[in-house]
């Protein structure tokens, strides 16, 4: 069929049928009945038929689709499906026939029926995963793989979609654009591609190929973890004997939906494609032209469509979706693109010869160098100097010339925060600080190209040399020879290559563009003539599996494939490719990441000493009596440990020796510590899913008194949960124990912080004491401050309790727990002999935890987590108040729980829809965790400096991801 008449068909509207004349024809040829729905299509009537027991796809075409095209597609069904492919069944009419020529109202039609394929399209999923780009990478591959030998004579026909014909129908459609800004970029691009494709078309292979594996045609459903999964791939009506790679270019065109204005994240569909049906170089270098065709024809072919049947709503839903893919196709250079593909499918894209150039700077003093490093871990970078502008000329200038920054590094002073997007961090050119007046020549024969300020670009045969900071520059357009003078430096000389002479090359590239950033914009070393490339990064793999080999499994990590960090700065965390994450998790660091008094007082005090509390040291007596002055009045003895876990076990041998018994009560889905007698009052399911079997009998857990989600709800409750407490007690009284004490945490931490019902704690502590025993109060979480209402959590609850147990946050990371009491209580345990702790109290620990308090005090963080942490809580209420899954908040200062419940009555947890919400997070640069022991709620406990503008982002962030649905 010729091009024009292939038009003209495609300007045709879908066949009309009536819903009767559906059914009809279904019962007529099927003898099937049903409820019918209307699924889209551009051009033919799909109807689904659910009959209540199986669903089936009714397919009408026009009658002038040629039988044999149709007969091909039904033959690679059942071909691919012999395979294994998940492709749907044809169903054949009463009469054997699986393809029915009809006449309708005098419409000549074909219909046919297919097997339903259960699930949905990921159409306009707005963020898909790079899991699901693979899978959809994948699934092309393999059906390619297995179209491979399949022939048929109705694969050889002229289709719109066919690559092939792309320039054709381009030139052919164009004029139905109107505007002419948006014609040209059309034409700019088509005729980019069909320069490439030109050297590339004789050597591509051909096959049968569907041609249409898509978003809209690939079909998924959610799994138990909430999780995409592949069950399909319909619509064989584009299936055609044409270009291998035109399979996988149809594809990535349609991931450019999905792709969030960055097509390099189509990669991965591209890297799962070559790992199970390798491609050649020239297919993959055919592979991005095809997609700007693709792009061109797709926007091409709906404004067309729309022009001759302007009431398809379907079609003009599409014109927008269709220049998102155009937009985004070209929104980097082509070049870049290529490169891209290429290291996708492990092709490194070959480098320039530089080596019979001349040296840029003939006079410099080589040899003398000096590398400066600009990186993540750089030593010049410390608190947060590296955030003021001009950090990277200032440190490069400080340094004796010459001196030089290094290719391809990932500058810490370019991160950015409180921002969705990867900041640009990689260097793609040197920075130098050259004696003034430096010559400077040219490397190579070519021409110069002024672009003001003392920035211009040497154009060679092969590429293009961008340098700033010259003075006595060529004249614009001005041709020069090898060694020929480009002028002299002012002291700071910018140096960057570039393969494509076409570009003006960005000076950093984000971390995930960076490889394909620096195969178009290679080191000036042999420029140069010395090395100024940064160090590979360590692969985080790597070092993963060596962790993974050495350090004990149960000790887990965050995320799957966690990234890299080594360095963090007041409330972020930075990874080594410079990209900061908004730090919601970490209620150690109370006062931020890398706090210089921190760094100054563990320094100082090291240099002078560090021993033990056995020595006679100012710092122990003076940290313990700052300690008893944060404690309620009576409280006058300080234990110090190094750990919360530490500071429980002591406060339960204090009980055990001040009240003779052994008996405790704890609370139900508390986490106290690791040791074996705070692991035995611990039964957080999250934290030993076998905590309820494996109680000793000294144990006593009672009802959590979880007033969300307990057995007993709602802030005056406290009776209810009360009467288990009495349970309790009365059983150890008819059993004649000597009950030793009670323990909780004054908020109830591992459910997100949630308020004790109003007087638990009064009348709990009142019975136990009536019974001689010790009140523990568990503030290792909740205490110090971060509920900005309360400085300790028992305060909430209008109690003191005997024993005060704290840890975590006091010492900002150092090893630091302390057990605050009673002198009596303190010295029941002196008579069974002496405490001691090699660490506990040590002068650096002491001289930390008094540092702590004091900046605390001089920046306003307790201040600061009352007032943002108020302002944090209304923000999150108001999602509750917008998303159904967000069904509650809790807590209070910088200890806040969102909890997620898939039904506001039944609280059913939104488990895996938190567990995806914390990864989606991670995505768009914050780290945040469930927890629970349902983990459907999100922890959030950021250290005590997070400002406003980071509470904004969060919640802005949870909002969006909430939005886009779960
Ligand atoms: N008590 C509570 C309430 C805790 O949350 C934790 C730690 N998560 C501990 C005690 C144990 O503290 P550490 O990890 O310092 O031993």
Not at 222 to 237: A, H, K, P, T
Request: hydrophobic fraction near 40%.
């Amino acid at each position: 069929m010729p091009l024009s008449t292939l038009i003209q068909r495609s300007s045709l509207p879908s066949p009309s049928l009536s819903e009767a004349q559906a059914h009809a024809l279904l019962q007529a040829h099927y003898d099937l009945a049903g409820s019918l729905s209307r699924l889209g299509s551009q051009q033919d009537l799909n109807l689904r038929l659910d009959t209540g027991q199986e669903r089936f796809v009714l397919k009408v075409c026009h009658g002038n689709y040629a039988q044999m095209e149709l007969e091909a597609q039904h033959a690679a069904l059942a071909y691919l499906r012999e395979q294994g492919l998940p492709v749907p069944a044809v169903r054949p009419a009463r009469d054997g026939q699986s393809l029915l020529a009809l006449n309708i109202d005098g419409q000549p039609l074909r219909a046919r029926l297919l097997d339903y394929i259960e699930g949905q399209p990921l159409t306009r999923l707005k963020h898909m995963q790079p899991r699901l780009m693979a899978e959809l990478g994948a699934l092309c591959a393999r059906v390619d793989k297995a179209l491979a030998d399949f022939d048929h004579p109705g694969l050889v026909r002229t289709l719109q979609w066919d690559p092939q014909h792309a320039q054709a129908l381009i030139e052919h459609l164009l004029p139905v654009l109107q505007d002419a800004g948006q014609r040209s970029r059309l034409e700019q691009a088509t005729r980019l591609a069909a320069a490439h494709l030109a050297t590339l078309v004789d050597d591509l292979p051909s096959q049968a190929v569907h041609l249409d594996i898509t978003d809209d045609n690939a079909v998924w459903a959610r799994d138990e973890q909430r999780q995409w999964q592949l069950q399909g791939i319909i619509d064989f009506g584009d299936l055609v004997r044409t270009w291998r790679i035109a399979d996988l270019s149809v594809t990535c065109a349609a991931l450019l939906h999905h792709a969030e204005g960055d097509p390099l994240r189509i990669l991965p569909a591209v890297r799962a494609y070559q790992a199970l049906n390798p491609l050649s170089e020239t297919e993959l270098r055919a592979l991005w032209p095809l997609v700007l065709n693709r792009a061109a024809v797709l926007v091409l072919s709906s404004e067309q469509q729309l022009a001759v049947d302007p009431g398809n709503q379907y079609t003009r839903d599409n014109i927008a979706h269709e220049w998102e893919i155009f937009d985004t196709a070209t929104a980097v250079p082509f070049a870049l693109m290529e490169a891209a593909i290429l290291q996708a499918a492990g092709i490194e894209p070959s480098r320039p010869d530089l080596a019979d150039c001349a040296l840029l700077l003939p006079d410099l003093a080589r040899e003398a160098v000096t590398r400066v490093d600009l990186g993540v871990l750089s030593p010049l970078c410390e608190a947060g100097n590296w955030e003021q502008p001009g950090f990277d000329q200032r440190q490069l200038t400080a340094q004796p010339a010459p001196a030089c920054s290094l290719h391809g590094q990932y500058r810490l002073s370019q991160t950015h925060i409180d921002r969705p997007d990867e900041p640009a961090t990689c260097a793609l050119g040197v920075e130098l600080h050259v004696p003034n007046g430096s010559a400077v020549q040219a490397p190579q024969a070519g021409t110069w190209q002024r672009h003001g300020d003392g920035r211009g670009c040497l154009r060679t045969a092969q590429w293009a040399l961008w340098l700033s900071g010259l003075e006595d520059t060529p004249a614009d357009g001005q041709a020069v020879a090898k060694g020929q003078a480009l002028g002299n430096s002012c002291g700071f000389l910018s140096v960057q290559l570039c393969l494509d002479a076409s570009i003006q090359p960005p000076l950093f590239a984000a971390p995930s563009q960076a490889a394909a950033w620096l195969a178009l914009c290679p080191s000036p070393a042999a420029l140069l003539g010395f090395d100024c490339d940064a160090e590979p990064l360590a692969d985080p793999q790597a070092l993963l599996a060596r962790r993974d080999a050495s350090f004990a499994r149960s000790q887990k990590h965050y995320y799957a494939q966690p990234p890299h960090i080594e360095r963090g700065w007041r409330n972020y965390l930075i990874d080594m490719q410079g990209r900061s994450y908004l730090d919601m998790l970490n209620n150690v660091a109370v006062l931020g990441h890398g706090h210089p008094r921190m760094v100054a007082e563990s320094a100082r005090q090291w240099s002078l000493l560090n021993t033990n509390s056995r020595f006679h040291y100012a710092a122990i007596a003076e940290f313990s009596e700052r300690l008893l002055k944060l404690a309620p009045a009576g409280f006058d003895r300080v234990f110090l440990v190094n750990s919360g876990t530490e500071a429980n076990d002591l406060a339960i041998r204090l009980a055990w020796a001040y009240s003779g018994g052994r008996d405790l009560l704890s609370v139900l889905e508390a986490y106290h510590g690791w040791s074996v007698a705070t692991d035995a009052i611990s039964t957080s399911i999250a934290d030993n899913p076998q905590a309820l079997e494996t109680r000793p009998d000294w144990v006593h857990p009672v009802e959590a008194p979880n007033t969300f989600r307990g057995r007993y709800r709602g802030a005056d409750s406290a009776g209810d949960y009360l009467r288990d407490v009495d349970a309790k007690l009365a059983d150890l009284d008819a059993r004649g124990r000597q009950l030793a004490g009670m323990i909780c945490e004054p908020v109830y931490g591992n459910a997100g912080g949630i308020s004790l019902p109003a007087g638990y704690l009064k009348e709990a502590y009142a019975k136990v004491r009536a019974r001689g025993g010790v009140c523990i109060a568990d503030e290792v979480q909740v205490g110090y401050g971060r509920l900005g209402e309360y400085f300790w959590g028992f305060e909430e609850q209008g109690v003191v309790p005997d024993i005060i147990t704290m840890a975590k946050g006091m010492g900002n990371g150092q090893p630091l727990g302390a057990v605050i009491t009673r002198r009596e209580i303190a010295e029941a345990l002196e008579a069974q002999g002496y405490f001691f702790s090699s660490a506990g109290g040590s002068p650096v620990s002491c001289r930390i935890g008094m540092a702590v308090l004091d900046v605390m005090d001089e920046e306003g963080l307790w201040q600061n987590t009352r007032e943002t942490g108020r302002y944090f809580k209304a923000r999150l209420q108001a999602l509750v108040d917008k998303h159904p899954l967000a069904g509650a908040t809790h807590g209070s200062g910088f200890y806040l729980g969102l909890e997620l419940v898939r039904d506001r009555q039944t609280l059913e947890p939104a488990t895996e829809e938190t567990m995806v919400l914390c990864d989606r997070l991670r995505d768009l640069g914050i780290f945040m965790q469930p927890t629970g022991d349902y983990l459907n709620i999100l922890k959030i406990k950021p250290p005590m400096c997070t400002t406003r503008a980071s509470v904004d982002y969060f919640v802005n962030s949870v909002d969006r991801i909430l939005s886009e649905g779960l």
